[in-house]
């Protein structure tokens, strides 16, 4: 029988493009309606992309003509208010509207988990605001949020007079997380479309001001929260974290394909503990050495720099005090330093 729920089963098979996982469990699919034969479904799309309307098209039309009671099927994709489609040539998602008082969006990613992200993210911050830079800092890890710790910072963002959440500053620097929002070490247990609302919260609900550079520190894979951001905003490109080893190497070619899918440019690599030297001089290359270098080699994109393994990094995040807002002229805070030199070089 022709329904609802044979409809939505239906579409289930339907996959987002470049993503493994369905329109339904995305929560775009808006609306489904079934009468005498005559099918009718409403999808609502986050992101201005003509390419991803059109094939999602096909594809719930395909799926759905596969029922043998339905005899008229129309599928209505509606695109963001206010946004255009991507100009072919302008780099997709880029073409976009800018969000108002946000120069450039810039996403840093990694493969895996564990390689140092959000450790990079956080000092690369400070770094472009010790480089005279108006910067703010989003954690878009919501189920494990770093940020407050790593900056400093555990406090609720204020309400402006327009509505909007006033994102705290700590070292210069502004930021949102959901370790803001929730108290002390309370989890968070949601679905995916919770997270798709949640960031994009984070950009229509808080009030950044103006600001040169917004790094959104993402989780590590290719999930939901990579997906949602690259539908709510344009993003100006992705630096991908990783460690000199295969084994994350082999991971950060599936993120690098990730912004690949949704037309995001891959600024460049970073190689985050990339060796360590000893007390007595001698340097030792625990994870191996060499592998972000010829990665970006690779994929023919830049390599920001390596950040060799110091003890003063890992200390500064653990009390909230990045090494490089407390050791700028040091070892450890030019290694970042020369980072944000770099990306500040690539972006103009």
Known sequence: ?????????ALKSVKYPGYSRDIISFGIVKNVAANNGAVSVTIELTSANNEVAAQLKQACEQAIRALPEAKMVHIDVKMPSGQQAPVAGQGGMAAQNRVPGLARIIAVASGKGGVGKSTCSVNLAC???HLGAKVGLLDCDIYGPSIPLM????????????EKMVPPINHGVKL????????????VIWRGPMITKTIQQFFQAVDWGQLDYLLVDLPPG?????????????LDGGIIVTTPQEASLGVVRKGIGMFEKVNVPILGIIENMSYFTTPNGERVEIFGHGGGRAEAERQKTTFFGEIPIFTEIRIGGDQGQPVVVTSPNEPPGQAFIKVAEALRQKMG
């Open 127 to 129: 770094a472009l605001r």
């Open 1 to 9: 029988m022709l329904n609802q729920d044979t409809i939505t089963n």
């Open 176 to 187: 949102m997380s959901m370790g803001f929002l929730v108290d002390g070490d309370q989890p």
């Open 151 to 162: 900056m400093g910072i555990k406090q609720r963002p204020t309400i402006s007079a327009e």
């Open 222 to 234: 290719t999930g939901d929260a990579q997906l949602s951001l690259c539908q709510t905003v344009p």
